[in-house]
C-alpha cells in the first residue's frame, strides 16, 4: 500500500514569510508524528497525534510552530515568520496507535529559508 | 531528559569488513528500541526493532543487534557490508510507558568502499 506522502518536497522561503507542509499518513493509522531533521540538531521530535486526544507539542521549539491534524488523517505543520534556523528536512511519520509498534516515515520536506 | 549516544559519526569500510556501530541510551526504565537507516536520496526505513523477548534481534539485509540492558546498549553489527550497505544509520529509543516519540541518536555516516 502507499506509504507516508509529504508536500512539498522543497520549499524555499524568504525570512519572515509562514510556511505550511503537508502530510499524509498512512492509511488506518491514528498515531502521526512530526521530527525535524538539521545538521546541528540532528533528528529532532516536534509534535505527535494519537487519534483524537490533545496533541502532545512538547518539541515544538517556539510558538511559531504550529501543527494540526483535520479529521484525524492529514496533518499540517504551520512556521509562522520563519527564520533561518528553522531550514531543515521536516519528517513526517505515522504507525497504528496501539502502543509498541513501529513508525514508518515519509520522503520530508527540505525548507530552505533565505 | 532521554539521550540516545552513537559514538561512530563516520565509518569507512571495504567491502566484506565486519561492522558494529555503537548505541548507547539514558533511560533506565522500559524501553523500545530500533535501528533505522537512510540511503542516499532515500527516506527513513526501520532495519530492526526490540521491543521484548530475545536480545539478540535480527533485521533486513543481514543486519542484527543485541540489547544489553546492564550497558544500557543496543548495537547494531553486520558480518559482511557491501558496497549498497554505504548510508546513514539512526537508533532511536522510546520509553516503553510514555508517548511513543523517538529519541534519536545522532547517526552515523557508513561509508563502504567496493
Known amino acids: 500500500g502507499a506509504g507516508v506522502s509529504q508536500s512539498p518536497s522543497n520549499k524555499v522561503t524568504e525570512k519572515g514569510k509562514d510556511v505550511e507542509l503537508r502530510c499524509d499518513p498512512i492509511s488506518g493509522h491514528t498515531a502521526l508524528y512530526w521530527y525535524r531533521q538539521s545538521l546541528g540538531q540532528g533528528l529532532e521530535f516536534l509534535i505527535y497525534?494519537?487519534?483524537?486526544?490533545?496533541?502532545?507539542k512538547s518539541g515544538l521549539p517556539s510558538d511559531r510552530f504550529s501543527a494540526e491534524r483535520t479529521g484525524g488523517s492529514v496533518s499540517t505543520l504551520t512556521i509562522q515568520r520563519t527564520q533561518q534556523e528553522d531550514s531543515a528536512v521536516y519528517l513526517c511519520?505515522?504507525?497504528?496507535?496501539?502502543?509498541?509498534?513501529?513508525?514508518?516515515f515519509g520522503p520530508g520536506t527540505r525548507l530552505l529559508v533565505l | 531528559a532521554q539521550s540516545v549516544s552513537q559514538h561512530n559519526h563516520h565509518v569507512i569500510l571495504s567491502e566484506a569488513a565486519s561492522l558494529e556501530l555503537g548505541c548507547n541510551y539514558s533511560?533506565?526504565?522500559?524501553?523500545?528500541l530500533f535501528w533505522y537507516v537512510q540511503y542516499p536520496g532515500q527516506h527513513l526505513q526501520l532495519l530492526l526493532k526490540?521491543?521484548?523477548?530475545?536480545?539478540l534481534v535480527k533485521g533486513i539485509k543481514g543486519f542484527e543487534a543485541e540489547f544489553i540492558k546492564s550497558k544500557f546498549s543496543f548495537n547494531l553489527r553486520k558480518p559482511s557490508v557491501q558496497w549498497s550497505d554505504t548510508a546513514e544509520y539512526f537508533c532511536?529509543?522510546?520509553?516503553?510507558?510514555?508517548?511513543?516519540?523517538?529519541?534519536f541518536g545522532g547517526g552515523t555516516r557508513l561509508m563502504v568502499k567496493p
Open positions: 526490540y521491543f521484548s523477548g530475545d536480545p
Open positions: 533511560y533506565g526504565g522500559t524501553v523500545n
Open positions: 497525534f494519537q487519534g483524537n486526544s490533545a496533541p502532545d
Open positions: 511519520a505515522s504507525s497504528l496507535g496501539m502502543g509498541q509498534e513501529t513508525q514508518y
Open positions: 532511536a529509543v522510546n520509553e516503553g510507558n510514555a508517548g511513543n516519540m523517538l529519541t
